[in-house]
C-alpha cells in the first residue's frame, strides 16, 4: 500500500556533504513516523536518524549527532536526510522506512514499509 524510495546516494570524499531523499505514495495520510537506518558491510541494520509525524520528536544516533540532520515535507510526502561533513565511517545502505503508528520508535521491527535502499560510498 505504500511505496517508498530512496535517491542521492553517491560516492564522495570525507568532509563532503549529501543529501537523501525518500518519497512516499500510496497513502495519502502524513501521520506516520519516517526514519533513516543504514546498513555497513558485516554489520547490523542500525537506526540513523527518525522523526515523528509533527516533527516534534527526532532522533538520532550518537554517530552522526550534529552532522545529519532529518527533515519532512508532509505536503510533497517527502523525507530528506542532510549529511555533512561525512567520513569513511558513514559507508553504507541507507534506508528510509515508515512506521504507521506516528510515533518515535528505534527498533527496526517498529516500522512497517522500508525502501530499497542507495548506497553512499566516502572515501578517506
Known amino acids: 500500500q505504500v511505496q517508498l524510495v530512496e535517491s542521492g546516494g553517491g560516492l564522495v570524499q570525507a568532509g563532503d556533504s549529501l543529501r537523501l531523499s525518500c518519497a512516499a505514495s500510496?497513502?495519502?495520510?502524513?501521520?506516520?513516523?519516517m526514519a533513516w537506518f543504514r546498513q555497513a558491510p558485516g554489520k547490523e541494520r542500525n537506526l540513523v536518524a527518525a522523526?515523528?509525524?509533527?516533527?516534534?520528536?527526532?532522533y538520532y544516533a550518537d554517530s552522526v549527532k550534529g552532522r545529519f540532520t532529518i527533515s519532512r515535507d508532509n505536503a510533497k510526502k517527502m523525507v530528506y536526510l542532510q549529511m555533512n561533513s561525512l567520513k569513511p565511517e558513514d559507508t553504507a545502505i541507507y534506508y528510509c522506512?515508515?512506521?504507521?503508528?506516528?510515533?518515535?520508535?528505534?527498533?527496526?521491527?517498529?516500522?512497517?514499509?522500508w525502501g530499497q535502499g542507495t548506497q553512499v560510498t566516502v572515501s578517506s
Open positions: 522506512a515508515l512506521d504507521l503508528s506516528g510515533v518515535l520508535h528505534t527498533t527496526r521491527e517498529a516500522y512497517d514499509y
Open positions: 500510496g497513502r495519502t495520510s502524513t501521520a506516520y513516523t
Open positions: 522523526m515523528a509525524w509533527r516533527g516534534s520528536t527526532t
